[in-house]
């Protein structure tokens, strides 16, 4: 790592990270969205340092206001010094708080749980070749979320580290209405949308995650690898950190779903979603003819 590399407006350290959230309240200090910038109140050209005491946080938009001279610095200082999240009589966004002894993730209709073991506690939903695709870790009260989406060259497009919005290649819309955070891409095609149910809950309902050649998709119901057409419903798992593991990784997490060989980069996935059209429909009528008679079955 050269000199430059050690220390840029980006690389701030985790403990300061950690010190400026609590002080803002865990969301932009204008509007008090939960997924931010850290943004260096003093111009970093000439301080080139980071001081809890100088740094705030400020959602996309109102980093981009800034950036362009719309949102004058005195107001994001006036802010910073009354957060938006710790104001009283104001009605605030979600800000990811969690709290309980255990969480637990829901992932395209499969689920698992884990105990809280304390700061730094994390839930990886998808991992591929050691990868998290999608994480959640535990820390002071909040989930953190971290998500890298890949394009189809696999490139990475969006990178979310820690509730941080820390990299981006397209105008994304990324929306937090009630406890719902959505995805877009600029043509409004959702790419991954997230329920955040407080207070220990995260059902991930839809999402298309690329990596290496494996192409994952959620659903509400259930999760598609097109490579091969696995489809994974209904599985439970408790005390692991892990959802669906695919490919090689050094560090083993206990998951609902390993696949360690996969075929990749494999063209055709017509077969694989007609595969998954026919069994779900097949799952939705029998569900429906056992309706009325036992449950018996379900167990
Ligand atoms: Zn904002």
Known sequence: MTKEQDCNSRNIPLPIQREVRQRCGFGCVICGMP???YEHMEEWA?????VAEEITLLCDQHHREKTGGLLPKEVVREANSNPFNLREGVSKPYSLHFSGKTAEIEIGGNSFTCEDLGYGTAMVPVSVDGTPLIGLIMADGHFLLNLVIFDEFNAPVLH??????YYTTEPWDIQLVGTRLAVREAHRKI?????????????????????????????????LVTNNATLIRGCRAHNCHGGL???HHEQRIGCFMALVSLPRYLGDRSEALKFERESMAEFKANKSSNADGSSAADS
């Open 35 to 37: 997924l931010y910038e």
């Open 46 to 50: 000439n301080v080139k340092r980071h």
């Open 160 to 165: 979310i580290k820690n509730n941080q919005l």
């Open 191 to 223: 790419l991954i949308e997230i329920d955040f149910q407080p207070p220990n809950k995260v059902v991930i309902n839809r999402g298309r995650f690329l990596r290496n050649g494996v192409e994952i998709l959620v659903r509400p119901n259930n999760i």
């Open 245 to 247: 593991i695919v490919g």
